[in-house]
T-cell receptor, first 111, second 111 residues
Framework: KQEVTQIPAALSVPEGENLVLNCSFTDSAIYNLQWFRQDPGKGLTSLLLIQSSQREQTSGRLNASLDKSSGRSTLYIAASQPGDSATYLCAVTSGTYKYIFGTGTRLKVLA | SQTIHQWPATLVQPVGSPLSLECTVEGTSNPNLYWYRQAAGRGLQLLFYSVGIGQISSEVPQNLSASRPQDRQFILSSKKLLLSDSGFYLC??????????FGPGTRLLVL
């Protein structure tokens, strides 16, 4: 049974700092991995999707990497800003209709 | 572009009352549709998914049910709410193993 873990559960950093969020999964037979952002009381917004054949994806100040064999993904945020404050969730799918989500990392960027 | 609507945004219901949450999608046809529940401090739990009209798969036993009467309409229901049904309900759509797009969510409080 696939399980997704995100560490740390919460993180507070000063503005401008580069930071890394971690996601690990127990079954390496995944189809893709996605990172989402969730603002308080809102739905999820997709940030990056990495196919199982890819090693990384970049969008602006965000870079997500995938090491399928070790069951790990990281989301790198460069030059963090207060507007980056949110909960970040990762999710994996084995290619069926089912997506398994982690519990998220709550990020606070201090001005 | 794709848009996903959910209503109501917030709902307070007494224990034992019925429930009906609606989700509609625009800008796509024959989407896979999903209902998730997010309890405080926990990840997203997949409740139901649907790959077509009248086709519903349930992920966890519970007193909730789902229906898909039209291609782009997904309804979550209960005949008698329990306290444990409180949470944040999210509707999403997505293709097979591709990015999921989420609605704004419905916050349900059962008293």
């Amino acid at each position: 049974k696939q399980e997704v873990t995100q560490i740390p559960a919460a993180l507070s950093v000063p503005e401008g700092e580069n930071l890394v969020l971690n996601c690990s999964f127990t079954d390496s037979a995944i189809y893709n991995l996605q990172w989402f952002r969730q603002d308080p009381g809102k739905g999820l917004t997709s940030l990056l999707l990495i196919q199982s054949s890819q090693r990384e994806q970049t969008s602006g100040r965000l870079n997500a990497s995938l090491d399928k064999s070790s069951g790990r993904s990281t989301l790198y945020i460069a030059a963090s800003q207060p507007g980056d404050s949110a909960t970040y969730l990762c999710a994996v799918t084995s290619g069926t209709y089912k997506y398994i989500f982690g519990t998220g990392t709550r990020l606070k960027v201090l001005a | 572009s794709q848009t996903i609507h959910q209503w109501p945004a917030t709902l307070v219901q007494p224990v034992g009352s019925p429930l009906s949450l609606e989700c509609t999608v625009e800008g796509t046809s024959n989407p896979n549709l999903y209902w998730y529940r997010q309890a405080a401090g926990r990840g997203l739990q997949l409740l139901f998914y649907s790959v077509g009209i009248g086709q519903i798969s349930s992920e966890v036993p519970q007193n909730l049910s789902a229906s898909r009467p039209q291609d782009r309409q997904f309804i979550l229901s209960s005949k008698k709410l329990l306290l444990s049904d409180s949470g944040f309900y999210l509707c999403a759509w997505g293709g097979n193993g591709e990015t999921q797009y989420f609605g704004p969510g419905t916050r349900l409080l059962v008293l």
